[in-house]
């Protein structure tokens, strides 16, 4: 790095500083705003982002996904969008930050002991749902850009934020809808993540649904039933024995352990005194890059003809539930994008960060499909109380990671 460079690092990090104000007054206006999902309401959020961008110098996109498709998956609310795009002179690598709109909800208000939308500021924390997942995130990737601009630092890519919905049931509606229709491009993308290590693998998942069928009796003479209940108990320990196994099998990249089997749900029976005509379970399984999701489902359709060849009063059924269903995703270890963070990691706080994959899923797979790679960092931790009560944004935190931020940017579009 020569002097101009360390120069223009050391302004950035300077200029983020002096926005401190305006970086912790964003983030409390975000959360004021509820986003809860269920049920997803966009309009205000999306208004208010559309005014604040055009402030800072972006141009901003409002995308509405059509009617007639929210309607045929039943969605009683609008989906909404935000693509804004702060233009470079040209011929620079274009960077996208990709941050979601919607919260999960908060919950018993009673619980919280600041008001999730209130955006209190206590103990050096900002308190409110979305503080961390995922508006801490979209509040420092905006600033991150905006204070390259402030700056004055020549920039030839653009800088792209694609705020986007529904990420908390699946992301079709926005990372999903955007990427199909080609409304986001950029070279690589920053996703959600945590601030305390890099994530550039994540968990592929399969999700499946498994019914066994028995013949109803009155419970005091069983013997003329089947109970169904009982036969999926098979199937639950067998899958328990798969989990063994698969245990044995742990993955090559630190943080995703092994591919994960989680019998999730269970439905069966109708009345306490009759034998269960049928028993439902739903199957999660975090799938880790070296096993694919054909070879587990194939697994479990094993189990259930092994079965049903030792009993023959077993029946079950298999279905796959594909609305979600992905491959993981995975960028490779030395790839320019995590080096270029590396190096403005270093560059602002003396240090690198662990590389890591992780056994979730985020919106990055959408972006990788679309042949865009990206990796997940932002500010926050998985300690800030996500998806709980009293969710908070350390402020030191958000500062810090801004600056990284900012200067990764400066390096990439520079």
């Known amino acids: 790095m020569n002097q101009t460079q360390k120069r223009e690092t050391q302004t950035l990090i300077q200029v983020v500083e002096e926005m401190r104000p305006q970086i912790i007054e964003l983030l409390q206006s975000l959360i004021q705003i509820p986003s809860e999902n269920p049920p997803g309401n966009y309009l205000e959020i999306c208004d208010f982002l559309e005014n604040r961008l055009t402030q800072l110098g972006f141009e901003v996109q409002v995308i509405p996904v059509p009617e007639e498709l929210t309607r045929a998956e039943g969605l009683s609310t609008p989906r909404k969008n935000v693509v804004a795009i702060l233009r470079g002179s040209g011929g620079g690598k274009n960077l996208i930050f990709n941050s979601h709109l919607d919260t999960v909800p908060a919950g018993d208000p009673e619980q919280w002991e600041y008001p999730p939308f209130s955006g209190a500021i206590a103990n050096g924390r900002i308190y409110g749902r979305g503080a961390t997942d995922s508006k801490g995130r979209l509040s420092a990737y905006i600033m991150a850009a905006a204070a390259l601009a402030k700056a004055n630092i020549p920039r030839k890519g653009d800088i792209i934020i694609a705020a986007t919905c529904d990420e908390e049931t699946g992301g079709v509606w926005g990372a999903g809808y955007l990427n199909e229709k080609r409304l986001v491009q950029g070279d690589m993308v920053i996703v959600e993540g945590y601030s305390n290590h890099i994530v550039r693998a994540m968990a592929g998942l399969l999700q499946v649904k498994i019914v066994t069928e028995g013949t109803p009796a009155h419970a005091g003479y069983k013997w003329k039933g ?71 489902y194939q697994r479990v359709a094993e189990i259930l003809k092994s079965l049903e060849k030792e009993d023959p009063t077993f029946k079950a059924r298999l279905t796959r539930k594909t609305e979600f269903e992905t491959e993981a995703t995975i960028t490779a270890e030395n790839s320019p994008l995590v080096c270029e963070l590396q190096q403005a990691v270093q560059e ?45 944004m350390e402020i030191e935190d958000l500062m810090q990671t801004t600056k990284i931020l900012a200067v990764l940017t400066k390096n990439i579009v520079g």
Not at 229 to 234: G, H, P, R, S, T
Not at 366 to 378: L, S
């Open 226 to 296: 089947v109970n169904a209940i009982e036969k999926m108990a098979k199937v639950v320990q067998e899958l328990d024995r798969l989990q063994q196994e698969l245990q044995r099998q742990p993955s090559s990249i630190p943080g995703m352990k092994y591919t994960t089997v989680n019998v999730g749900t269970i439905r069966g029976g109708t009345k306490v005194n009759v034998v269960p005509a049928s028993c439902e379970i739903e199957v999660d399984f975090r799938v880790i890059p070296e096993h694919s999701l054909d070879s587990l």
């Open 348 to 392: 602002v706080t003396g240090h690198t960060l662990p590389v890591v994959g992780a056994l979730s899923q985020a919106d990055t797979r959408w972006f990788v499909k679309n042949g865009i790679p990206g990796i997940n960092f932002g500010p926050g931790t998985s300690e800030n109380n996500l998806h709980g009560f009293n969710e908070y």
